[in-house]
């Protein structure tokens, strides 16, 4: 299946890495797919198992608290490298040209601060929650059935370094544009009107169906 996306690419340097580092996001938001798609499976089990042969699936509740860091985290730089995370887009789409790029680096530079604050903070959290001491390394589990937390508190700061990185590239390349001031920046989602947005998610439709 072939996807169409507003992230322009080249032979440059950074455009190379952000392949690279998309080869990376795309398979970690496979992961999250499929995960949600067990997820429904597992309630269809629990559902079916409970009324027709009273054996709900043991720690239902369990399993889907730790299943849901993995579709909630792993699609998160994904999302971010395809423009797909909400914004107020109310003063940016007004902008042109070097100002434009100027704005988009200035709340990148934000959000790089920001994800590296909880990277960090979700890694102390995970420490918590880790020890090679202790039973399956856990200094906590989930109420039911004993679950160990710490894989799931372990996947939120890897997904954040992820995100992190995906950050870092587009401030490298708003940062460029806003220097040269090009029209089409790589490795970054391209501001899309309402219109283009449509006819970009009807062509990804035409592809999924023909393919």
């Known amino acids: 299946m072939s996807t169409s996306s507003s992230v322009l690419t080249d032979d440059s340097r950074l455009s190379r890495i952000d392949r690279a580092v998309l080869a990376i996001e795309s398979r970690m938001n496979l992961v999250g797919g499929i995960v949600i798609f067990m997820l429904v499976l597992l309630a269809v089990w629990n559902i079916f198992g409970r009324k027709l042969f009273n054996a709900p699936v043991p720690g239902y509740v369990d399993w889907t608290q730790q299943l849901m860091a993995l579709f909630a985290f792993l699609g998160l730089s994904y999302c971010q490298r395809e423009g797909g995370h909400i914004r107020m887009d109310i003063v940016v789409t007004r902008l042109k040209g070097r100002w434009l790029w100027f704005a ?3 709340s990148t530079l934000f959000m790089v601060i920001v994800v590296a604050a909880l990277v960090y903070g979700s890694w102390n959290h995970f420490g918590r929650s880790f020890d090679w001491n202790a039973p399956m390394f856990s200094r906590d589990s989930s109420i039911d059935i004993g679950l160990p937390i710490w894989p799931s508190k372990l996947l939120v700061p890897v997904a954040m370094g992820l995100l992190w990185v995906r ?28 219109m283009s947005v449509a006819a970009r998610e009807a062509e990804t439709l035409i592809d999924t169906r023909d393919a």
Not at 168 to 175: D, E, K, P
Not at 184 to 194: I, K, Q, W
């Open 104 to 106: 988009e680096w200035l």
């Open 167 to 194: 950050l870092v590239l587009q401030l490298w390349s708003y940062g460029r544009a806003w220097r040269t001031g090009t029209l089409s920046p790589v490795a970054v989602p391209l501001p899309e009107d309402p």
